[in-house]
């Protein structure tokens, strides 16, 4: 909130008074004498504005080293083991606890760390060439699934049929187009 600071007058004395923006404010401002209850009246001399006070920054979280036994939480493992499913999480949380135990880095925020490291395993992971697994299903036939374990879908794979080395390549693999 902007304020302004009004500055009254009665001699060589000076009143100053602070008002939200918008408040109007008298010509004259008139004061009782505790002394013999004489009236005083100061002038107004003028107007400026004044810096509103800042909210306070929020405090800063402590860089702190990850416990030993540190763990993250269960709602953030639940969303992390269905985005990224290659990754070995009791494995990987070993390997970053012993990573920055060994470094001795500290960190404000040990669950967003663990989020990114398990992102970056699952990313390289995919870049190594894990797949999901493939499962069986009952009426599935050997084409359905060779395009579901080849991460394709059936109209990309529609889509490539009419490329004639392509075709030669997946019927080396045992798959009939």
Same mark, same amino acid.
């Given at each position: 909130? #902007?304020?302004?600071?009004?500055? @009254?007058?009665?001699?060589?004395?000076?009143?100053?008074?602070? $008002?939200?923006?918008?408040?109007?404010?008298?010509? *004259?401002?008139?004061?009782?004498?505790?002394?013999?209850? *004489?009236? *005083? $009246?100061?002038?107004?001399?003028?107007?400026? *504005?004044?810096?509103?006070? #800042?909210?306070?920054?929020?405090?800063?979280?402590?860089?702190?080293?990850?416990?030993?036994?540190? #763990?993250?939480? %269960?709602?953030?493992?639940?969303?992390?083991?269905?985005?990224? %499913?290659?990754? &070995?999480?009791?494995?990987?949380?070993?390997?970053?606890?012993?990573?920055?135990?060994?470094?001795?880095?500290?960190?404000?925020?040990?669950?967003?760390?663990?989020?990114?490291?398990?992102?970056? #395993?699952?990313?390289? &992971?995919?870049?190594?060439?894990?797949?999901?697994?493939?499962?069986?299903?009952?009426?599935?036939?050997?084409?359905?699934?060779?395009?579901?374990?080849?991460?394709?879908? $059936?109209?990309? @794979?529609?889509?490539?049929?009419?490329?004639?080395?392509?075709?030669?390549?997946?019927?080396?693999?045992? $798959?009939?187009?």
């Amino acid at each position: 909130m #902007t304020r302004s600071a009004h500055t @009254y007058r009665l001699g060589d004395v000076e009143v100053v008074l602070t $008002v939200p923006e918008g408040i109007r404010v008298p010509r *004259a401002l008139t004061l009782k004498r505790t002394s013999d209850a *004489a009236d *005083a $009246v100061f002038e107004h001399a003028g107007v400026k *504005a004044v810096r509103a006070r #800042t909210k306070p920054k929020p405090r800063i979280a402590a860089q702190t080293m990850i416990p030993e036994d540190w #763990t993250p939480p %269960p709602a953030e493992l639940e969303k992390l083991r269905a985005s990224c %499913p290659s990754v &070995n999480f009791d494995h990987e949380l070993a390997q970053l606890r012993d990573f920055y135990i060994g470094k001795g880095q500290h960190m404000k925020d040990w669950t967003a760390v663990w989020r990114r490291w398990m992102r970056k #395993t699952h990313k390289e &992971n995919v870049e190594r060439g894990w797949k999901p697994s493939a499962k069986p299903r009952g009426d599935e036939t050997a084409k359905e699934r060779w395009i579901r374990t080849h991460g394709l879908t $059936v109209a990309e @794979y529609e889509a490539k049929k009419g490329d004639a080395e392509w075709l030669k390549m997946i019927e080396r693999r045992g $798959v009939v187009a």
